[in-house]
């Protein structure tokens, strides 16, 4: 995992965290980390996939799912848990869902996350 990529994905949920108070911090920070790994991960796949297709072809003539294609399922399947984590933790210790700039953040990442999904 390329750390520049890693530092501006985790930047950019930092500061969406900015408005967080500490105690809500303490608790989220792990999950971002967290997200952020996956969120990394189901885009390296998806370059993969994208690149060289979702199969794989045997000299047997045999057709199989590339493992890109299975660790993306699996991947996408925890990001969302890590995001639905984040989410109860966020309702529980306050802030209006409409105005909340994590709430939006993670709006928005729900919507790319169903790219992954239908692919």
């Known amino acids: 995992m390329d750390s520049k990529k890693f530092k501006a994905e985790y930047k950019k949920y930092m500061d969406a965290l900015s408005e967080v108070g500490q105690a809500t911090l303490v608790l989220i920070e792990p999950l971002v980390y967290q997200a952020v790994q996956l969120k ?3 885009d ?3 370059e993969y996939i994208n690149k060289h297709g979702r199969f794989e072809y045997s000299n047997k003539g045999n057709i199989r799912e590339c493992y890109a294609v299975q660790s993306l399922a699996k991947n ?3 990001y969302q848990k890590v995001y639905k ?3 109860k ?3 529980k ?3 209006d869902r409409k105005t909340n700039k994590l709430q ?3 709006d928005h990442a729900k919507e ?3 790219q992954w999904v239908l692919i």
């Open 85 to 87: 984590s984040i989410e």
């Open 112 to 114: 790319e996350n169903k």
């Open 76 to 78: 996408t399947a925890l």
């Open 44 to 46: 390296e796949d998806n």
């Open 89 to 91: 933790l966020m309702s």
């Open 104 to 106: 939006a953040f993670l």
């Open 93 to 95: 210790n306050g802030g």
């Open 40 to 42: 990394l991960a189901m």
